[in-house]
C-alpha cells in the first residue's frame, strides 16, 4: 500500500478545460463506446493522466464495487496512490490490489499503474466516492493528480420491487361456459411472506459481516504487536517496516481524529494535527520526526538497524497511548 509523501515539490491540482472534456465526450459519443454500467471521471496534465472507473453506478446494500484508478506517466516515473484505510467516504474498503510500471500499449516511453478498491455500503441513498489525490514524481519534478467525486446510487434490496397489491381493475361480469378459475390471492401472500423473510436474511448477513467494534487504539496496538512479529522484522527489512508503521499510524489518525488521511500528504496531515490541537505541540512533533524517517527509509534508501526499526515501532505505540487517553471513543476496524 503506497502512502503520499511529504517531500512533495509542488503539488499541481488537474482539471481538464471544458472545451477539451466536450470535444472528448462528442468523439466518445460518435464512436459508441459509452457504458452505462461505468462512470468514468478524468484528470489529464502535460506529462501524466489519471482516470477513476467504477464497475457499476447503482449497487445494493453490501454488494461489491470496483474502484479502478489508473495513472499513465513518463517511464522512470514513481507513483503513490493514497492509502484507503479500511473507509473510503461511506464505503468499507474490503479489498486493494495493484500493478506497477507496466509499458503502455500505445507509446513505448509510457508506463501505467493500476490500484484498484473494492467497496462496499450498508448506507442507502445517493452517495460519493470522495476525491482522490495521486502523486507523480520523476527525478526533476513532482506533481499531484486528483480525482473528481463519483455519485454513487446505493439502494435497498426492497427497492425497484413490483407491489403486489396494484391490481388490474376488475372487468364487469361476463357469463361464460366454463368454471371460474380458483383464486390465487394465497400465492401473493406467500410470495410477500417469503420476499420479506430473503430480505431480512439480507440484512443479518450484511450486518454480520460489519467488523468487530473496538477502540482505534487497542486497533493500532495489536497491528504494532503483528508488525513487531513479522517475517520483515526479522531480516530487518526497513522499507517494508517503514511502510507499514506508516499505515498504522495514519490510519490511527484517521479514526481516532475524524481526519481525512487519505486524499492528504504527509505535510497537510501534520499541518492539520498542529493546528487542529488534537494533542500537543511535542506529540505532534514526535508523529512528524516518526514519519520524516519513514520516508527516508522508503524513498532515500535509510537503512535502519533492528535496534532502530524496534525503537521506532515502541516510540509509535507510546504515542497512541498518549494520544488515546484524552478521548475515549470506538470504531469499526479489523
Same mark, same amino acid.
Not at 278 to 305: C, H, I, P, V, W
Given at each position: 500500500?503506497?502512502?503520499?509523501?511529504?517531500?512533495t515539490?509542488? =503539488?499541481?491540482?488537474?482539471?481538464?478545460?471544458?472545451?477539451?472534456?466536450?470535444?472528448?465526450l462528442?468523439?466518445?459519443?460518435?464512436?459508441?463506446?459509452?457504458?452505462?454500467?461505468?462512470?468514468?471521471?478524468?484528470?489529464?496534465?502535460?506529462?501524466?493522466?489519471?482516470?477513476?472507473?467504477?464497475?457499476d453506478?447503482?449497487?445494493r446494500?453490501?454488494?461489491?464495487?470496483?474502484?479502478?484508478?489508473?495513472?499513465?506517466?513518463?517511464?522512470?516515473?514513481?507513483?503513490?496512490?493514497?492509502s484507503?484505510?479500511?473507509l473510503?467516504?461511506?464505503?468499507?474498503?474490503?479489498?486493494?490490489?495493484?500493478?506497477?510500471?507496466?509499458p503502455?500499449?500505445?507509446?513505448?516511453?509510457r508506463?501505467?499503474?493500476?490500484?484498484?478498491?473494492?467497496?462496499?455500503?450498508?448506507?442507502?441513498?445517493d452517495?460519493?466516492?470522495?476525491?482522490?489525490?495521486?502523486?507523480?514524481?520523476?527525478?526533476?519534478?513532482?506533481?499531484?493528480? $486528483?480525482?473528481?467525486?463519483?455519485?454513487?446510487?446505493?439502494?435497498?434490496?426492497?427497492?425497484?420491487r #413490483?407491489?403486489?397489491?396494484?391490481?388490474?381493475?376488475? =372487468?364487469?361480469?361476463?357469463?361464460?361456459?366454463?368454471?371460474?378459475?380458483?383464486?390465487?390471492?394465497?400465492?401473493?401472500?406467500? %410470495?410477500?411472506? %417469503?420476499?420479506?423473510?430473503?430480505?431480512?436474511?439480507?440484512?443479518?448477513? #450484511?450486518?454480520?459481516?460489519?467488523?468487530?467494534?473496538?477502540?482505534?487504539?487497542?486497533?493500532?496496538?495489536?497491528?504494532?504487536?503483528?508488525?513487531?512479529?513479522?517475517?520483515?522484522? $526479522?531480516?530487518?527489512?526497513?522499507?517494508i517496516?517503514?511502510?507499514?508503521?506508516?499505515?498504522?499510524?495514519?490510519?490511527y489518525?484517521?479514526?481516532?481524529?475524524d481526519?481525512a488521511?487519505?486524499?492528504?500528504?504527509?505535510?497537510?496531515?501534520?499541518?492539520?494535527?498542529?493546528?487542529? $490541537?488534537?494533542m500537543?505541540? #511535542?506529540?505532534?512533533?514526535?508523529?512528524?520526526?516518526?514519519?520524516?524517517?519513514?520516508?527516508?527509509?522508503?524513498?532515500?534508501?535509510?537503512?535502519?538497524?533492528?535496534?532502530?526499526?524496534?525503537?521506532?515501532?515502541?516510540?509509535? =505505540?507510546? %504515542?497512541?497511548? =498518549?494520544?488515546?487517553?484524552a478521548?475515549? $471513543?470506538?470504531?469499526?476496524?479489523?
Amino acid at each position: 500500500m503506497n502512502i503520499l509523501t511529504a517531500q512533495t515539490v509542488s =503539488q499541481v491540482r488537474v482539471r481538464m478545460p471544458c472545451s477539451t472534456a466536450l470535444i472528448a465526450l462528442l468523439c466518445i459519443a460518435a464512436t459508441g463506446e459509452v457504458n452505462a454500467d461505468e462512470v468514468r471521471r478524468t484528470a489529464d496534465s502535460d506529462r501524466a493522466i489519471v482516470t477513476a472507473k467504477i464497475s457499476d453506478s447503482t449497487v445494493r446494500v453490501a454488494e461489491p464495487l470496483t474502484l479502478e484508478l489508473t495513472v499513465t506517466a513518463s517511464a522512470g516515473s514513481k507513483v503513490d496512490f493514497p492509502s484507503a484505510g479500511k473507509l473510503l467516504g461511506n464505503f468499507d474498503v474490503t479489498d486493494q490490489t495493484g500493478r506497477a510500471d507496466v509499458p503502455s500499449a500505445s507509446d513505448v516511453n509510457r508506463r501505467v499503474w493500476t490500484y484498484k478498491l473494492t467497496l462496499e455500503s450498508i448506507v442507502t441513498g445517493d452517495v460519493e466516492i470522495p476525491s482522490l489525490e495521486i502523486q507523480v514524481r520523476s527525478d526533476a519534478s513532482s506533481q499531484t493528480l $486528483k480525482t473528481e467525486t463519483i455519485p454513487v446510487r446505493v439502494v435497498s434490496v426492497l427497492e425497484d420491487r #413490483a407491489d403486489p397489491t396494484q391490481f388490474r381493475d376488475i =372487468q364487469s361480469v361476463v357469463d361464460v361456459t366454463v368454471p371460474q378459475p380458483a383464486s390465487r390471492a394465497w400465492l401473493w401472500s406467500v %410470495l410477500v411472506g %417469503l420476499g420479506g423473510v430473503v430480505a431480512a436474511a439480507l440484512l443479518y448477513f #450484511a450486518v454480520a459481516r460489519r467488523k468487530t467494534w473496538m477502540t482505534p487504539n487497542v486497533w493500532a496496538i495489536r497491528k504494532l504487536d503483528q508488525l513487531r512479529n513479522s517475517e520483515a522484522m $526479522k531480516i530487518s527489512d526497513s522499507e517494508i517496516i517503514t511502510e507499514n508503521l506508516t499505515t498504522i499510524l495514519r490510519d490511527y489518525l484517521e479514526l481516532q481524529f475524524d481526519i481525512a488521511t487519505p486524499v492528504q500528504t504527509t505535510e497537510e496531515l501534520l499541518h492539520n494535527l498542529e493546528t487542529g $490541537k488534537y494533542m500537543s505541540a #511535542a506529540a505532534t512533533k514526535e508523529f512528524s520526526q516518526l514519519f520524516e524517517n519513514s520516508d527516508l527509509a522508503r524513498f532515500a534508501g535509510l537503512q535502519l538497524t533492528h535496534d532502530e526499526l524496534t525503537k521506532a515501532i515502541d516510540d509509535a =505505540q507510546r %504515542l497512541i497511548e =498518549q494520544t488515546s487517553a484524552a478521548t475515549t $471513543k470506538t470504531w469499526k476496524v479489523c
